[in-house]
């Protein structure tokens, strides 16, 4: 086939054979050969490399077609190794995926009922709240800042603009922490967990009243039995105060419009970088009312009870893990949720509430009538009838936008 070179600059002059050389063209100068950066070969723009350039010499050469063809086709080295069959052999990992995503589910799972489990031990020697919410946030911000230095992972630059995205989602993520921790000092951990099984029911009606999105009625009916099951356990809950009560539902609340306006907030960001920010901005919430509600208090008494029922080292050794245990449960939650389908992580959440709600009961002795254990089973069960429904509604719409 007959191979031209076309330019968009000004014609290049007649090509002959120079003496005494063979299978080259000699080209008059360099800017006859590109002016503009238009030199193309069926239609396609040649670099400088393909073209074979010399520019040592005053007369550049080009190699012929054939020899040219022989650069450019020659196979590299390893795909000729990739052809020989000499790949390397994949991993035990690589080969059973399902045990990393196992590993994700069980460290999620443990993490988080340590979590559970150490704080509300703190909070039977140190009933405040506010503070301990601050630490929980801070030691996880001092992590996050020593991942950045080290590189793992690499700091996301942020600008004003997301700045003030992330800000109210950092604020309701903020008064949702605050009121689950306020909540799990005043009553059972497993109550609070009952009651905080209603935040579906929140989601629901906010996407349907405040975002005017339409919600199936099957998702409206599931939520019945989760309403019912926390009404149930409530009324027979031995631990029942309202301040535990209350601070849970608005803890739903919160978190409720946290996820509103993180659909606001989406970013490229990586979902690492990304709570990190929202960690730090949430910090800066907590801190003063702590230091107002609870900042004389403890340095009245506070710090000083602790310390002589456990002892100083138990007291800082006990508020550095449940800060780290925290954080570290909230991004294995994330993690698990970037490596399987979202059905998969809605039965795996509800299962997570259920050991929690499990281990409380049998690390703690917390006592509980037969009808609160009915209506904490019936609420779990109407949670994972409404997560699978949303799960699978979530898919389909997915699959039709794919389509």
Wanted: hydrophobic share 50%; with cysteine.
């Amino acid at each position: 086939m007959e191979s031209r070179i076309l330019s968009s600059g000004p014609t290049i002059p007649r090509l002959t054979k120079p003496a005494g050389r063979i299978n080259t063209i000699a080209v008059s100068s360099l800017a006859t050969l590109n002016t503009t950066g238009g030199n193309l070969i069926w239609g396609r723009q040649l670099r400088p490399s393909l073209l074979n350039l010399n520019f040592s010499s005053p007369s550049p050469l080009v190699s012929t077609p054939a020899k040219r063809a022989r650069n450019v086709l020659k196979p590299s080295a390893a795909t000729a190794s990739d052809s020989g069959g000499d790949a390397a052999p994949e991993s035990f990992l690589a080969k059973n995926p399902w045990l990393t995503t196992g590993f994700f589910f069980f460290m999620w799972y443990f993490l988080n009922v340590i979590f559970n489990i150490l704080n509300k031990k703190i909070y039977n020697y140190f009933p405040y709240p506010y503070f301990v919410s601050v630490i929980h946030l801070a030691v996880g911000v001092v992590y996050c800042l020593g991942s950045w230095a080290v590189g793992l992972p690499k700091r996301a630059p942020i600008d004003s603009n997301l700045l003030k995205l992330l800000i109210p989602v950092a604020l309701c993520h903020a008064l949702g922490h605050v009121t689950s921790n306020v909540s799990f000092a005043a009553v059972a951990v497993s109550f609070t967990h009952t009651v905080k099984a209603l935040e579906p029911f929140f989601n629901a009606a906010a996407s349907q009243f405040i975002l005017g999105q339409s919600i199936p009625i099957t998702l409206w009916l599931s939520l019945a039995p989760v309403v019912i099951g926390v009404s149930m356990a409530s009324l027979t809950e031995l631990s029942f105060n309202w301040l535990g009560f209350i601070s849970a539902m608005i803890s739903n609340i919160s978190f409720t419009y946290r996820s509103i306006y993180s659909k606001k907030a989406m970013t490229g960001m990586d979902s690492t970088n990304l709570y990190a920010y929202i960690s730090i901005i949430a910090l800066f919430v907590c801190i003063p009312p702590a230091i107002i509600l609870e900042g004389p208090q403890l340095l009245k008494h506070g710090f000083s009870d602790a310390i002589a029922k456990v002892g100083m080292t138990k007291f800082i050794s006990d508020l550095f893990w449940v800060g780290m245990f925290y954080h570290l449960y909230n991004q294995l939650a994330t993690n698990t949720l970037e490596r399987v389908a979202p059905l998969t992580h809605a039965v795996g959440n509800v299962l997570k509430r259920v050991f929690v709600i499990g281990f409380s009961i049998v690390v703690f002795g917390n006592k509980i009538s037969t009808q609160t254990a009915i209506g904490t089973s019936i609420a779990i069960a109407g949670v994972a009838i409404y997560s699978l429904i949303k799960a699978k509604i979530e898919e389909e719409k997915r699959n039709l936008k794919s389509a």
